[in-house]
């Protein structure tokens, strides 16, 4: 690779040079005379300035051609281990007798051990199955919306994979209008009740499964145990915390007050500006007494724009106003010391124990002073098949042996996530989930968490619900001080948009 | 002698249709087609997941549409964006083009390093400057200098009253590059005669600028302020990128809002309908542009 690359550097080079040569000769043939005015002087004092300019572009170019080649490197290896899968089945396929079914996944790009993962276990699939081949692409996900554009396009064009990932709450969504279809026929009644029940939940609308999930997800509140103690916190009464005595609100605003100071700030609430807003915040919500959505998923008047939902929000700005947490998402900001406590998903304990260098803790999500209900976040990319699978037997049966105990545990492992199958955390590659910090995130799961509204309006939801709140923390941050009749406008938005997208879309 | 002439002249036809040919099936494929299907599905109901069910719903869409504050609110943020970016831009790129067009030694390096920003995609560049822009003095390179020079850090993307000018002092920055190198090429051919016969007589080099060197540039100016016009109207990467439209709406440009009604709302007919407005409010704007400058002729 490096020989290449310094190659391409050194012909560009080389021709720059090349061509500042030729001109310079072409010049001189020309014999310039003194005469300042001549116009093909003038001309040839123009290229004579492009000449350096050129080569300097050229070499700009080059640099930022290595610049990108080892940027992407790592990408680029994982990027050829999947390609070569592709390569791979693509060739057993032709090899296989005619009539081979030909499955093709889509799901988000992702770190090289989850991408290695797929490379072997379609080999795998692959070879024991010659009859259903399956070949999957990875699609960069970007932000949390971008990977969803890409469905919205397919579905556009009738152009969708046969499986494709979606996040936890699209599932929804993209089963009220049709773009996947149910698969409770390929999980036997013993599978269901291995599964946690807020991935059954999630995944299932209207009564009927229209996906699968191999991973979890929670959040949690993590600590920097060295800024707690020197602000005086105790540490130790925060590490004994168990799930039905998790910390208050008001315990956290009061770390979050003791631990700002010139350095770093107390907290941090905000995950990005789009799904993590939603997802991270939700548990608040329904422990102060009202979520986001109703039951049905039919409603928002009354529930995100609540009273309670309005103390909520209100909570949340106010440490943004007082200045104990960043107005602004800012990634690692708990791993560079920029916050003493945050906000986190579980994934960050694999990210904290690789890089971290300071004691850190973790205990159980926040709850509400009134009501100290315990709740907690989840959800998590799932399976799903699509409406343009022609072959949706091979596709659910292929589906079952993705979500077998076995696969799901050395899926979750790859990619640092808890298992969705009790039976899964048997396997060796799930042992540190028996241990703390990793057993808190399977405990939340098991008996607090909730997953986001199933409503086929929550694509819509989402994004006016992070919109809003994006305002009220930015006027927060901007006025120091929380205007409670802003956040009431703002709520009252997201629930009319809510309102008005379910009526014109699904209201029968 | 004639005949000769004719067959040329026909060959020519036939020259000039086999290379134009190509450009326009692509630009009806590319462009006028799928300007059909925008305004065909304006007048519809089409949630952009269900392509087989669309409601006629013949003028709803325009009407819902000029009843949405926001869009009012993007409409005003991408007129505010482009008049203040396009004087901006235009007179800083040509500033930059009189400064490295001299013949100092060196100077190849500084036109290398403002063209620089232009060989980036605009998505690093927006990257880069949400981190430099950060609020806390420890993230954000503007705010620790702020900082360390006993000034107050400044929310710059996170507040509604500075999120705009932020976004266009970086599209500034970035842009100028481009239009610098065009102003290079038209000074180049302003005949170095002018200038001669302008010491000559005695001229300074203020009265070199706008005796000769404006005038010599007319055309040139009056390309780059349409063309950095229409690119203003397009804002869209660096508010998708540093500040998804926010805070309160301050950096909503009107294809942002086109792409979250149509893309992340699924509010597909809708976003027809705004896209055929901005169709309109594009060309309506190039108009007025067009006869300004040419008044000036």
């Known amino acids: ?508 | 002698m004639a005949d000769p002439n004719r067959i040329s002249k026909r060959s020519e036809h036939v020259a000039a249709a086999a290379f134009v040919t190509p450009t326009l099936i692509l630009l009806i494929a590319f462009l006028v087609v799928p300007m059909i299907y925008t305004i065909y599905f304006s007048i519809y109901r089409y949630q952009i997941m269900r392509p087989n069910d669309i409601t006629f719903v013949d003028i709803q869409n325009y009407i819902k549409l000029f009843k949405d504050k926001d869009f009012w609110h993007a409409f005003r943020n991408t007129l505010y964006f482009t008049v203040v970016v396009v004087p901006v831009q235009c007179t800083l790129a040509l500033a930059l083009a009189l400064l490295v067009a001299s013949k100092t030694r060196g100077v190849a390096f500084f036109r290398t390093m403002y063209f620089a920003p232009q060989l980036t995609s605009m998505v690093v560049i927006s990257i880069l400057w949400t981190i430099l822009y950060n609020s806390n003095p420890s993230t954000g390179l503007i705010n620790s200098l702020l900082t360390s020079i006993g000034l107050e850090s400044v929310n710059f993307l996170s507040n509604p009253r500075t999120a705009m000018n932020s976004i266009i002092f970086m599209s500034a920055w970035q842009g100028a590059g481009y239009q610098m190198m065009i102003f290079i090429a038209g000074l180049q051919a302003i005949p170095a005669s002018h200038y001669e016969a302008a010491s000559v007589d005695g001229a300074t080099g203020f009265q070199k600028l706008i005796y000769i060197t404006l005038p010599g540039l007319k055309s040139t100016i009056k390309y780059v302020l349409m063309i950095t016009m229409i690119q203003a109207m397009k804002l869209f990467t660096q508010p998708y990128v540093m500040t998804k439209g926010g805070p309160q709406n301050a950096t909503k440009t009107l294809v942002y809002y086109i792409y979250t009604e149509g893309f992340q709302e699924g509010n597909f007919g809708y976003a027809c309908s705004a896209a055929a407005v901005f169709f309109v409010i594009v060309v309506t704007m190039s108009l007025i542009m067009k006869r300004i400058t040419m008044a000036k002729d």
Request: aromatic share 10%; proline share 4%.
């Open chain 1, 1 to 508: 690779m490096s020989y290449g690359k310094g190659s391409i550097r050194r012909k560009v080079v080389d021709n720059a040079q090349e061509n500042y040569c030729a001109l310079k000769k072409e010049k001189c043939g020309k014999g310039s005379t003194n005469n300042y005015s001549c116009p093909q002087d003038v001309r040839g004092k123009g290229v004579k300035m492009k000449k350096p300019l050129s080569i300097a572009l050229a070499g700009i170019m080059a640099m930022s051609l290595t610049a990108c080649g080892g940027g992407a490197s790592a990408a680029g290896s994982a990027a050829t281990s999947s390609g070569g899968t592709e390569g791979a089945s693509s060739t057993e396929a032709k090899a296989a007798a005619d009539g081979a079914v030909n499955l093709t996944i889509w799901s988000p790009t992702d770190r090289e051990s989850v991408e290695t993962w797929w490379t072997e276990k379609l080999g795998e699939w692959n070879a024991a199955n010659p009859d259903i081949q399956v070949s999957r692409e990875a699609i960069d996900r970007s932000d949390s919306y971008a990977y969803d554009n890409k469905i919205a396009t397919a579905v556009t064009s009738s152009s969708l994979p046969d499986i494709f990932y979606v996040d936890g709450p699209q599932v929804s969504y993209y089963a009220a209008n049709g773009i996947i279809v149910p698969i409770d026929d390929y999980f036997s009644a013993d599978d269901m009740k291995d599964f946690v029940p807020s991935t059954v939940a999630q995944c299932t609308y209207d009564g009927k499964l229209y996906a699968m999930s191999a991973t979890e997800s929670s959040v949690a509140f993590y600590y920097n145990k060295e800024m707690l103690k020197d602000a005086g916190v105790d540490v130790e009464d925060l590490d004994k915390r168990t799930v039905d005595n998790p910390i208050t609100w008001s315990e956290m605003r009061t770390i979050a007050e003791k631990c700002t100071t010139g350095d770093h700030v107390g907290t941090h609430v905000i995950m990005d500006h789009g799904e993590g807003l939603p997802y991270a915040l939700e548990p608040m919500y329904i422990s102060e007494g009202k979520d986001y959505i109703n039951d049905k998923g039919d409603s928002a008047e009354g529930f995100v724009n609540s009273d309670e939902a309005v103390k909520t929000s209100a909570f949340l700005a106010q440490l943004i106003a007082d200045g104990y947490a960043n107005v602004e998402p800012i990634t690692d900001e708990f791993l560079n010391k920029g916050c003493a406590t945050m906000i986190g998903g579980s994934w960050e304990v694999a990210t904290l124990t690789a890089n971290a260098d300071f004691d850190w803790g973790v205990t159980y999500y926040p709850v509400a002073d009134d009501t100290k209900k315990a709740v907690s976040p989840c959800g998590d990319w799932s399976a799903a098949i699509s409406k343009d699978c022609k072959n949706v037997e091979a596709a659910g049966k292929f589906m079952q042996w993705l979500m077998s105990t076995e696969n799901v545990a050395t899926y979750a492992s790859a990619i640092a996530k808890p298992a969705t199958r009790n039976s899964s955390y048997e396997n060796e590659t799930m042992a540190d989930y028996k241990n703390f910090p990793l057993s808190l995130m399977v405990e939340q799961l098991n008996n607090t968490a909730v997953p986001r509204p199933r409503t086929p309006s929550y694509a819509s939801f989402s994004t006016k619900y992070a919109e809003a709140m994006t305002n009220i923390f930015s006027a927060a941050a901007s006025d120091h001080k929380v205007d409670e009749a802003y956040i009431k406008e703002q709520l009252d938005s997201v629930a009319a948009d809510f309102t008005e997208d379910y009526n014109t879309y699904y209201s029968k």
